[in-house]
Structure formats: structure tokens, C-alpha cells
């Protein structure tokens, strides 16, 4: 497959010859730019945006009302972590949980170091 058919047209001068790439999905610095553009343009909306009570402008990132993890929370995960491991697969746990599984040492903080190193971590 040539890349003209997979990316889109390639952009040439009038003897044909290719001037660079054009915007497409296919070309990766166009990606980065792109996203890039999305981030600036979420920051400069959340700025518009009166503050959240708890002082946040952005509530997509926001984590103030989210409430801490249980232990039964993390009980939970470390059992779904275990079982998918024992089938050979890596889990993918949220960071938070990971850093929950850590500090309680032992078994837990040698299943998170583990995990970490597989690169268990969403
Ligand atoms: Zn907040």
C-alpha cells in the first residue's frame, strides 16, 4: 500500500516532487499538534469557566469531590490484579491504587512493584 492511499494525498511542487508531508492522521507531528491545539484551546475554556466551589476552573481534572479509596476498594482491585495475572495477563491498575497496594508493604507493596515493573498502571 502506497503511502498516498493509507495517509491521503502527499503534498508536491509543479515538477512533482514532494514538499512535505500535509496534515493527516497518519502523519504523527500533525497528531501532536493537533492535540496540542486541543489542550491549549481546553485550558483557555476552562479559564472562561467560573471556579468550582472547591477552586478548580476545570472540572474534567478535577479530583476534590472524588472520595478516597476504601480499603475494601483496594481489597477488590488487588483480587481482580491477582487473578489476571495468574492468567498470564497484565492488569491495569488506576496509580491511585497502586500507591494504596504500595504503602501497605508486604505482599501488597512487592504486587505493586510488580505491577509497576510490567506496566500495570492506567
Ligand atoms: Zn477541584
Known sequence: MSPESRCGPVATNDEGQRTGQTASP???RSKVEATAAELRARRAAGCRLPPLDCGCRDPWPCRCTRP???ERTVDGYR???RHVLRDGNTPALPIEVLRAL??????????ADELYELGGVQ
Open 26 to 28: 497518519c502523519n504523527p
Open 68 to 70: 478516597p479509596l476504601s
Open 79 to 81: 483480587a481482580a490484579a
Open 102 to 111: 504500595w504503602r501497605r508493604g508486604g505482599a501488597d507493596r512487592e504486587l
